[in-house]
Structures are given as structure tokens and as C-alpha cells.
């Protein structure tokens, strides 16, 4: 088993900032490859990044691109999502997501995620 902490969330102005944290416990975190993923209202659970196991290799969705970045700390066991430039169309609960096996990517759907964190709300203001 894996249990997934996040924190970090909040409300924040669009054009604001925010990092959220994912800590990590029970495995041997650099089996895992880590992602974000969210979901807002009415809407389907989505990814928004991942990073490979060693850390590597990242990914992102289109949407996110060149104002989030994704990193991980395997001292701390922990991952890490930085959102720049956030707008309103990011306001959702943010989920952390680990997966052994497969790396995660733009194409993980969340029924390949193998572990959850309790999700964040990230709500951003116009």
C-alpha cells in the first residue's frame, strides 16, 4: 500500500500562484511514477502531469503546458505540482496519483492510477 498526502491548496487571484505537495509513504517511492490529475465540477477526473519514477521523464497536458511544472524529491518521498499563471479554468480538486509498472502520461486514463491521494481544492479568482 501507498498513502498519498496532498496539501497545498487554496484560493488564489488569476495570474497567481501555487505548489501543491504530495507526500508519499509505504512504498519505495521511486518504484512509482507520480501524477496529477483534477476534477471540476460536472466534469470528468483529468491529468494534468506526471513524472517518471527516477524523475527523469515528464509530461503535461496541452492545457497546463508552460505554466505548470512537475517535480518529485526522493529524499522527502515527496512530489510537487508548481502552477504559474494560474486562470479560473484551472479551479478544481487536484488529485496526486501514483503507479507502479507503466509511466503515466497525457494517455493514463485515472482507472490505470493504482493509488489516490484525498484530493485539494485549488480555486482561482477573477
Known amino acids: 500500500q501507498v498513502q498519498l498526502v496532498e496539501s497545498g491548496g487554496g484560493l488564489v487571484q488569476a495570474g497567481g500562484s501555487l505548489r501543491l505537495s504530495c507526500a508519499a509513504s509505504g512504498r519505495t517511492f521511486s518504484n512509482y511514477h507520480m501524477g496529477w490529475f483534477r476534477q471540476a465540477p460536472g466534469k470528468e477526473r483529468e491529468f494534468v502531469a506526471a513524472v517518471s519514477g527516477g524523475g527523469a521523464f515528464t509530461y503535461y497536458a496541452d492545457s497546463v503546458k508552460g505554466r505548470f511544472t512537475i517535480s518529485r524529491d526522493s529524499a522527502k518521498n515527496t512530489a510537487y505540482l508548481q502552477m504559474n499563471s494560474l486562470k479560473r479554468e484551472d479551479t478544481a480538486v487536484y488529485y496526486c496519483?501514483?503507479?507502479?509498472?507503466?509511466?503515466?502520461?497525457?494517455?493514463?486514463?485515472?482507472?490505470?492510477?493504482?493509488?489516490w491521494g484525498q484530493g485539494t481544492q485549488v480555486t482561482v479568482s477573477s
Open positions: 496519483a501514483a503507479r507502479g509498472g507503466a509511466l503515466l502520461n497525457r494517455d493514463s486514463p485515472p482507472e490505470s492510477v493504482d493509488y
